[in-house]
């Protein structure tokens, strides 16, 4: 199987520092900073943000694979994973991951699409990996 890195720099206390995550790739780069992460400043992003991405793309993958492999051919899938990071007695943690997918799919009645929708939040590798998180919800609306 593949291999990926990415890597985080930061530089100075927790509330006046600042650090810049990348991917092994080079196709990302992004500064965060204690405001871009626990507040409401978008001038940079934050861990949370990351983990959105990559779930929404695991997960837009992921259904794709199930329904080719079954023989129906998206045309588009998009997703949105909007995170909740909240607070426990051991400090911040992600409470809660809200996906929002809609997609076109020629050909597929919407009972199939649905459980082709739940199948791929349980299986794609980023939700497996955060199975720790209290609650992953998903809306999946078919287009068409």
Same mark, same amino acid.
């Given at each position: 199987?593949?291999?990926?890195?990415?890597?985080?720099?930061?530089? =100075?206390?927790?509330?006046?520092?600042? *650090?810049?995550?990348?991917? =092994?790739?080079? !196709?990302?780069?992004?500064?965060?900073?204690?405001?871009?992460?626990?507040?409401?400043?978008?001038? =940079?992003?934050?861990?949370?943000?990351?983990?959105?991405?990559? !779930?929404?793309?695991?997960?837009?993958?992921?259904?794709?694979?199930?329904?080719?492999?079954? *023989?129906?051919?998206?045309?588009?899938?998009?997703?949105?994973?909007?995170? !909740?990071? *909240?607070?426990?007695?051991?400090?911040?943690?992600?409470?809660?991951?809200?996906?929002?997918?809609?997609?076109?799919?020629?050909?597929?009645?919407?009972?199939?699409?649905?459980?082709?929708?739940?199948?791929?939040?349980?299986?794609?590798?980023?939700?497996?990996?955060?199975?720790?998180?209290?609650?992953?919800?998903?809306?999946?609306?078919?287009?068409?």
């Amino acid at each position: 199987m593949t291999v990926r890195q990415s890597t985080a720099t930061w530089k =100075g206390t927790l509330k006046e520092g600042n *650090g810049l995550m990348k991917s =092994g790739s080079g !196709h990302f780069a992004g500064p965060f900073t204690f405001a871009s992460r626990f507040e409401e400043d978008e001038k =940079g992003t934050n861990p949370e943000e990351m983990i959105g991405a990559a !779930h929404a793309g695991c997960y837009s993958m992921f259904l794709s694979a199930l329904l080719s492999n079954n *023989g129906f051919n998206p045309t588009q899938i998009e997703t949105t994973a909007t995170v !909740h990071l *909240g607070r426990d007695d051991s400090g911040p943690l992600i409470t809660k991951i809200e996906l929002v997918m809609e997609a076109a799919v020629p050909g597929l009645e919407e009972e199939a699409f649905l459980d082709f929708a739940q199948k791929a939040k349980a299986g794609c590798p980023i939700s497996r990996a955060l199975a720790a998180v209290p609650e992953i919800t998903l809306q999946a609306t078919l287009l068409g």
